[in-house]
T-cell receptor, first 110, second 115 residues
Framework: DGGITQSPKYLFRKEGQNVTLSCEQNLNHDAMYWYRQDPGQGLRLIYYSQIVNDFQKGDIAEGYSVSREKKESFPLTVTSAQKNPTAFYLC?????????FGPGTRLTVL | GNSVTQMEGPVTLSEEAFLTINCTYTATGYPSLFWYVQYPGEGLQLLLKATKADDKGSNKGFEATYRKETTSFHLEKGSVQVSDSAVYFCALLNAGGTSYGKLTFGQGTILTVHP
């Protein structure tokens, strides 16, 4: 089945550690996105990539980094510079002006 | 810039009641409009969309009409079910310029339906 997968579903990290969240899609979509969701709030865009080897900062890119070496993959690294990383992270890809989302990764910093 | 304003929640209804969740937007040009639904602990699912003025998006009994004159995209359902309990997000997408493909979301509306 085609779709977007994110792993792991739950992730725990100690303060000061970097952690990488996986996002893979087999939909052959060019554009991919990372969002952050905090309780009771909407989604905020972290980074997006329109094509392989290219990506752009979103509204809240500080403390995050991404890569786009393959069309299918768009991993997000939450660095120790991110001051408040505990959140629900959602990956998405785009086809025909509609975005489709993965199941999300819930990151908790201990 | 673009913005989306949703009806404040939470919304609590009895089963088979009529649902309206208001959504208004501010945008340049001619955005596409979307409603997404999020069930607890899950990602967002696209519920319906409309790409031009007067288009009506519909899915699973939900409907929304793209009203350019009132810059609105209100979500409606004639008879809600307990299984409709979720968070609903209105969003817009501007296809052009430097924000290509970037969705702007409302803050979300929590819907709870009681038997």
């Amino acid at each position: 089945d085609g779709g977007i997968t994110q792993s792991p579903k739950y992730l725990f990290r100690k303060e000061g550690q970097n952690v990488t969240l996986s996002c893979e899609q087999n939909l052959n979509h060019d554009a991919m996105y990372w969002y952050r969701q905090d309780p009771g709030q909407g989604l905020r865009l972290i980074y997006y990539s329109q094509i392989v080897n290219d990506f752009q900062k979103g509204d809240i890119a500080e403390g995050y980094s991404v890569s786009r070496e393959k069309k299918e993959s768009f991993p997000l690294t939450v660095t120790s510079a991110q001051k408040n990383p505990t959140a629900f992270y959602l990956c998405a890809s785009t086809e025909q002006n509609a975005q489709y989302f993965g199941p999300g990764t819930r990151l908790t910093v201990l | 810039g673009n913005s989306v304003t949703q009806m404040e929640g939470p919304v609590t209804l009895s089963e088979e009641a009529f649902l309206t969740i208001n959504c208004t937007y501010t945008a340049t040009g001619y955005p596409s409009l979307f409603w997404y639904v999020q069930y607890p602990g899950e990602g967002l699912q696209l519920l319906l969309k409309a790409t031009k003025a007067d288009d009506k998006g519909s899915n699973k009994g939900f409907e929304a009409t793209y009203r350019k004159e009132t810059t609105s995209f209100h979500l409606e359902k004639g008879s809600v079910q307990v299984s409709d309990s979720a968070v609903y997000f209105c969003a817009l997408l501007n296809a052009g310029g430097t924000s290509y493909g970037k969705l702007t979301f409302g803050q979300g509306t929590i819907l709870t339906v009681h038997p």
